[in-house]
């Protein structure tokens, strides 16, 4: 066994944050599945006020679920916020609209990291893992568009990259990465997957929990895609 990645063993658990989604229902399936129902606690916005724009429920949340854990995974986010479609163009981009996008899916995992990391373990590997996209590198953008929900998810990758330093000091054994599902038919992409490979929730489960399971310390403050392979920032 290697001591330098994810071996779940007969006491580890997991948490999965926004697991009403469609790939985080996915997951805590296929957790379920290896670990036992009881082993694999979950959080979705209507479990105890739980609410990323209301950064007291993100607390009060961690005081409920104090871990140990060996995963903490957070499948939180969005492509639509109050039914508001990607920008395709600065000229329909609104000021609420991109503040949204921040809260979502760069503070909330931000606030979700401070209160939650003491409740992953600390003399092992644990993993914290946020779901990002593709679409958040900025190397990698070629075609513009999609601005708040591309500058959210470049923010979150930084927010990443920083928690994995800080924990580095704490907890040695940690790995915080964000990881990029590939594009995946939910009911909140299926608008957008019809000229694009894409896969089911089930399948993208499978995909992150294989890579989660491969990551050491070494590999923390990554962005990593469905394949394990490194995206750049």
């Not at 503070?107 to 593709?134: C, D, M, T």
């Not at 590999?219 to 920032?233: E, K, L, M, N």
């Amino acid at each position: 066994m290697d001591r330098h990645m994810l071996n779940f063993d007969d006491e580890d658990r997991a948490l999965i944050i926004g697991s009403s989604g469609g790939i985080g229902s996915a997951v805590v399936k296929l957790l379920r599945s290896q670990l036992g129902e009881e082993r694999v606690n979950t959080v979705n916005r209507q479990e105890a006020g739980f609410n990323l724009f209301e950064p007291e429920s993100v607390k009060r949340l961690a005081d409920l679920y104090p871990g140990p854990y060996r995963l903490i995974f957070d499948a939180t986010g969005g492509l639509e916020i109050n039914k508001v479609p990607p920008e395709k163009t600065f000229k329909v981009l609104e000021s609420e609209n991109m503040q949204n996008h921040f809260l979502l899916n760069a503070i909330g995992p931000a606030l979700l990291i401070k209160h939650f990391y003491k409740a992953l373990q600390k003399n092992r590997v644990s993993i914290f893992a946020s779901l990002s996209a593709r679409v958040g590198s900025i190397q990698d953008n070629k075609l513009g568009g999609w601005v708040s929900y591309r500058a959210s998810k470049a923010a979150l990758n930084q927010v990443i990259r920083c928690a994995a330093i800080e924990l580095q000091r704490s907890h040695p054994n940690s790995v915080c990465v964000a990881l990029h599902p590939g594009t995946v038919k939910t009911e909140l992409t299926k608008r957008y997957v019809s000229r694009h490979h894409y896969v089911g929730p089930d399948e993208a489960a499978r995909n992150l929990i294989n890579v989660i399971k491969q990551l050491g310390p070494k590999d923390s403050g990554g962005f990593f895609d469905y394949s394990g392979s490194a995206i750049p920032f």
